[in-house]
């Protein structure tokens, strides 16, 4: 069948590249053997399914229906090769899940680890995403489930469980703030900043204090990813202003200390684990689920002691 055929793979990577030159290198195949399928495909559909541009190939009409198509079918292999495992009762698959960056490192690798070793049959693909982009990424069926702070209900998210993360400050051991459990926002008059800049979940709550303070952040540095404002608290470069999930495996580590935001104003944000609810789980991603909602509810038991460890 067409949908389960070389054509599909190649067709599907031309459309990706707009090149068969490109696409044959991505899949390391000839590009002759991936022209060969487009022309026996184009001639037995009667219809170009690609213009031939000077500076590429671009879809046509019936180019674009097929793809859609072929998406379409492709799913639908996967979810029906899922439940042919199911009804078989193997404990193998494939399971697609998005974080985000914070989760980079910490409880998720050591979570996927651990499932490896337990369910050497299941592979598995994360994809760090922007926070605002991994509902999307569910809602369309780009991943099974995904981990998500304050996530935007939409009519197929659900939020299976989450966990309450605080906003502070991040310093280097044996800086003033080490001192403190907690804060007011305007303790960031007196010490260089290092911001968070959107996309950033959390910069909502930095827009919140600064309104309703009137105190605006002034850093010495900004960043988009939170390893590059750790990486420069780390150096000295100044204070952050991150989330307790953000540093909770440096203050373990003993390299940063945090300090939370105590303005009544803020109010914690949550990570929690979406997932589609239209959409019926395989049993390797139930399997995954089910073990990554223990390993939260064992991060979170983990980053209370380890901040608290660090206030005393």
């Known amino acids: ?21 490109k696409a044959a290198e991505a899949i390391h195949v000839s590009p002759s053997a991936i022209d060969r399928q487009l022309l026996t495909a184009e001639e037995a559909l ?14 046509t009409a019936a180019g674009e229906l097929l793809l859609a198509s072929v998406r379409n079918w492709t799913k639908d292999y996967e979810r029906m090769t899922h439940q042919i495992d199911d009804l078989v009762g193997f404990r193998r698959g494939h399971v697609r899940l998005a974080v985000v960056d914070a989760l980079s ?18 592979t598995f693909d ?8 991994i509902g999307g990424a569910i809602d369309r069926g780009e991943v099974d489930f995904g981990l998500v702070i304050n996530p935007q209900s939409t009519r197929d998210l659900t939020v299976r469980s989450f966990i309450d993360i605080g906003l502070g400050f991040v310093a280097t051991k044996g800086h003033p703030l080490n001192a403190l ?3 007011r926002f305007s303790t960031c008059l007196d010490y260089p900043i290092v911001a968070p800049t959107e996309p950033l979940a959390l910069c909502e709550q930095v827009k919140a204090l600064s309104a309703a303070t009137g105190i605006t952040l002034k850093p010495v540095t900004s960043s988009d990813n939170i390893q590059m404002i750790k990486s420069l608290v780390i150096e000295g470069a100044g204070v952050g202003v991150l989330t307790s999930l953000d ?12 300090t939370r935001i105590s303005d009544p104003v803020v109010r914690p944000m949550v990570l ?5 609810r239209a959409r019926q ?17 064992q991060a979170e038991t983990i980053q209370n002691h380890a901040l608290a460890s660090a206030e005393s």
């Open 281 to 297: 789980l395989s049993q390797a991603a139930r399997l995954s689920l089910d073990h990554i909602e223990r390993q939260l509810r």
């Open 46 to 59: 009667g219809v170009p399914l690609f213009e031939r541009l000077p500076g590429g190939l671009r879809l």
């Open 126 to 133: 994360i994809t760090v995403l922007d926070n605002v982009n």
């Open 272 to 276: 929690a684990v979406c997932i589609n």
């Open 105 to 122: 490192k910490g409880f998720i690798p050591r979570a996927i680890t651990a499932m490896r070793r337990e369910y050497p049959g299941i």
């Open 247 to 258: 540093v909770m495996e440096e203050v373990r580590a003993g390299l940063l200390s945090f």
């Open 1 to 21: 069948m067409l949908a389960f055929s070389r054509f599909t793979r190649y067709f599907i990577e031309v459309s990706k590249h707009g090149s068969i030159r």
């Open 181 to 183: 459990a907690q804060t």
